[in-house]
């Protein structure tokens, strides 16, 4: 379940039926987006990746062999399917990656480090009264330049019922919410997604063209607010 939330929450994708072009012939170079989410209460490793014409990073490239990119040296978990402009993942596990893509006679790795995978443990009360500030923190590696924490309320069991994203005030590893954020909120149990995220640069953009490795390291727990 986590892993569908995280996609919907930190994943917000357009349609691109009408936008995506055939592999481009080289030497066109492709601008490159992996997406990497660590699920600490599933313990698996979910990744995307896309990729776009590097003059025009609005046009997703269509893929009619997916088998020159990989992940950890498997090829995508779709592969049997149609042509797609996305390639898709999961690990189990909380894994270092390596992206390999193949252009032409050049490979182009792109990696994950072990380091990248900073725990976090999230820190809130079980049962909340709607008229109480509520606090939710977090116990971890103190954040690193670039990285932020993000914090959102799914209302069970239905969660499209009621969902909200929290980007409250901060201070050190607690995330305020006051009663002017939470006064909306029905009785009921929640699910509260904490995330952690970071943009890594590639390690070998294509002829210049850019990109970036998007991780996110999520953890979860049911409260209930009366």
């Not at 776009?52 to 088998?67: A, R």
């Amino acid at each position: 379940m986590i892993r569908y939330i995280a996609l919907a929450t930190f994943t917000l994708l357009v349609m691109f039926n009408a936008g995506c072009t055939k592999q481009p012939k080289e030497p066109v170079a492709l601008y490159q987006n992996y997406q990497v989410i660590y699920s600490l209460d599933d313990s698996t490793t979910d990744v995307k990746a896309f990729f776009y014409d590097g003059n025009n990073v609005n046009s997703p490239l269509l893929f009619q062999d997916k088998s020159g990119v990989t992940a950890n040296g498997q090829t995508d978990t779709n592969r049997y399917l149609a042509p797609s402009h996305s390639f898709n993942w999961i690990f189990p596990g909380l894994q270092p990656l390596v992206f390999s893509l193949r252009k032409k006679d050049q490979y182009l790795i792109n990696t994950v480090p072990d380091a990248a995978i900073t725990g976090i443990s999230l820190i809130i009360d079980s049962v909340l009264n709607i008229t109480d500030t509520m606090r939710v923190s977090w116990t971890g590696a103190p954040l690193q330049p670039g990285e932020t924490v993000g914090v959102s309320l799914n209302r069970l069991p239905d969660a499209s019922n009621q969902w909200k994203g929290i980007f409250a005030t901060f201070a050190g590893n607690t995330l305020v919410l006051d009663y002017e954020t939470t006064r909306s909120f029905l009785p009921g149990t929640y699910s509260v997604l904490l995330s952690r995220y970071k943009s890594l640069p590639l390690s070998m953009p294509d002829m210049g063209s850019g990109g970036s490795i998007d991780v996110s390291i999520l953890t979860t727990r049911n409260i209930t607010i009366q």
